[in-house]
T-cell receptor, first 111, second 121 residues
């Protein structure tokens, strides 16, 4: 059974700092891995999607890496801003089916 | 980008009533939609997979007679929580997978609605 773990559960940083969020999964046979952002009371915004054959994806200040063999992914956020404050979710897909989510990392960026 | 509309965003109801939640893909067709549930401080957990024109597939431990799913068209799936009880209070969110063949489906890109916060008194 696939399990997704995110560390840390919560993170508070000053504005401008670079930071890394971690995600690990127990079954390396994944189809793809996605990072989402969830704002309080809101739905999910997809940030980055990494196919199983890829090693990383970049979008603006965000960079996500994937190491299938070790069952790990990281989300790197450069020059953090208060607007980045949200809960970040990592999810893996089994085949072309549903996503299995971690519990998320709640990020707070202080001005 | 693709948009998924989910309504209502928040429901407060009395115990024993039924609540219907709609999930619509606005600018694409979705043969498959997924329904997830999130309890406080927990992960989003899949409840069921909804396929257009056929019966939904429920995850273990999810009562199909309590959580009725209908996916009658390529743009609409509904989840009805029948005889809701306080323990059903949760955040329900749907996602839709683009039905187009080729690149998008192959990447298994799913678009999420904004979610429904259900509170049963």
């Amino acid at each position: 059974k696939q399990e997704v773990t995110q560390i840390p559960a919560a993170l508070s940083v000053p504005e401008g700092e670079n930071l890394v969020l971690n995600c690990s999964f127990t079954d390396s046979a994944i189809y793809n891995l996605q990072w989402f952002r969830q704002d309080p009371g809101k739905g999910l915004t997809s940030l980055l999607l990494i196919q199983s054959s890829q090693r990383e994806q970049t979008s603006g200040r965000l960079n996500a890496s994937l190491d299938k063999s070790s069952g790990r992914s990281t989300l790197y956020i450069a020059a953090s801003q208060p607007g980045d404050s949200a809960t970040y979710l990592c999810a893996v897909a089994r085949s072309q089916g549903n996503l299995i989510f971690g519990k998320g990392t709640k990020l707070s960026v202080k001005p | 980008g693709a948009v998924v509309s989910q309504h209502p965003s928040r429901v407060i109801c009395k115990s024993g009533t039924s609540v219907k939640i709609e999930c619509r893909s606005l600018d694409f067709q979705a043969t498959t939609m997924f329904w997830y549930r999130q309890f406080p401080k927990q992960s989003l957990m899949l409840m069921a997979t909804s396929n257009e024109g056929s019966k939904a597939t429920y995850e273990q431990g999810v009562e199909k007679d309590k959580f009725l799913i209908n996916h009658a068209s390529l743009t609409l799936s509904t989840l009805t929580v029948t005889s809701a009880h306080p323990e059903d209070s949760s955040f329900y969110i749907c996602s839709a997978r683009d039905a187009r063949t080729g690149g998008v489906v192959a990447k298994n890109i799913q678009y999420f609605g904004a979610g429904t916060r259900l509170s049963v008194l």
